[in-house]
């Protein structure tokens, strides 16, 4: 995940020229919130930091990014939390996560549902494979692809090389 320490976000929200409470506006959590965080008398929740690496990755700053830990759910379902954790990692507004979800979802309904709204199962679901088809997969799910090679085409080769290896030994014998 991204690092967000005191000392980072109060450099980012001054490069883009914001005040404390600009930025609480632009990531939606009270300015409390920031002042304290900033000034090291409490930290953010998890929902408020990714909300606040949001609107300053909104703001054209990059951000670093380590590997997201799996989604939460063995079962495959997506939290809210997990949505807004995932589209936060990958850099992705609102909207590009809908577009990429496609069937007629919205940025407002992504908001929402990260908001804690009730979304449908369709939506659920389509913004999930959007988010899955990303490589940060569920757990229990699949592994993502080695170098965009599937495992089970990797097996097969492996299986073919070995053959067609024997097969040779048996005829220069």
Not at 67 to 87: I, K, S, V
Not at 136 to 159: C, D, I, K
Request: hydrophobic residues 45%; charged residues 15%; glycine residues 10%.
């Amino acid at each position: 995940m991204s690092e967000l320490t005191p000392e980072f976000c109060r450099e980012r929200r001054q490069a883009v020229g914001w005040s404390q409470t600009e930025l609480a506006q632009m990531a939606k959590v009270v300015p409390v919130a920031i002042q304290k965080f900033e000034a090291h008398q409490g930290n953010l929740t998890e929902s408020a930091r990714l909300a606040v690496i949001a609107a300053l990755r909104g703001a054209g700053l990059a951000f670093p990014v380590s590997p997201a830990p799996p989604l939460a759910q063995p079962n495959g379902n997506l939290t809210p939390g997990d949505c807004l954790r995932l589209r936060v990692t990958l850099g992705w507004t609102h909207d590009q996560l809908a577009k990429r979800a496609g069937g007629g979802i919205e940025a407002g309904t992504i908001a929402a549902y990260e908001g804690g709204q009730k979304i449908s199962k369709d939506a659920q679901s389509r913004i999930g494979c959007a988010l899955e088809g990303t490589g940060l997969v569920l757990t229990g799910a699949a592994p993502p692809p080695l170098n965009g090679v599937s495992p089970t085409f990797m097996a097969l080769a492996v299986v073919f090389w070995l053959v067609l290896a024997l097969l040779f030994a048996v005829a220069f014998r």
